[in-house]
């Protein structure tokens, strides 16, 4: 949370906070030393009741952060449409990331970011 929490700025405009959490996510799932990761995303319901509340906690501020970067993005005109879905769909795909992204095996997370900004912000990228 800590990176996350540093790339959050609220004069930034929508659409470079957006940027910024892109990166900032990719890198927490994508960087070696975080395997981890994909277990707590996929396997969080095996954990005791105790470490299931602490993630629940932890994953409720972690979506504020998002869903008030996607409402920045729909009230500039970026996204339209229902933004608790959007970020549903924004989180979901990156995080599936780590069932096929390969280090050094093609993109790196700067371009793999800028893909990921284009894709979602398309028609302003």
């Not at 790339?7 to 799932?29: C, E």
């Amino acid at each position: 949370m800590k990176k996350t929490r540093a790339v959050v700025k609220p004069n930034l405009p929508a659409d470079a906070q957006f940027r910024a959490l892109v990166k900032v996510h990719l890198s927490i799932i994508l960087e070696d030393g975080n395997d981890f990761i994909p277990v707590m995303l996929y396997n969080w319901r095996c954990l005791d009741e105790v470490h299931q509340r602490r993630l629940i906690a932890t994953k409720d501020e972690y979506d504020a952060i998002w869903q008030n970067a996607v409402n920045g993005l729909h009230n500039a005109g970026f996204l339209g449409g229902d933004t608790k879905f959007a970020r549903l769909m924004v989180l979901g795909a990156m995080n599936f990331m780590v069932t096929w992204y390969k280090p050094k095996r093609g993109d790196n997370l700067d371009t793999l970011s800028d893909k990921v900004v284009a894709f979602f912000l398309s028609q302003h990228a």
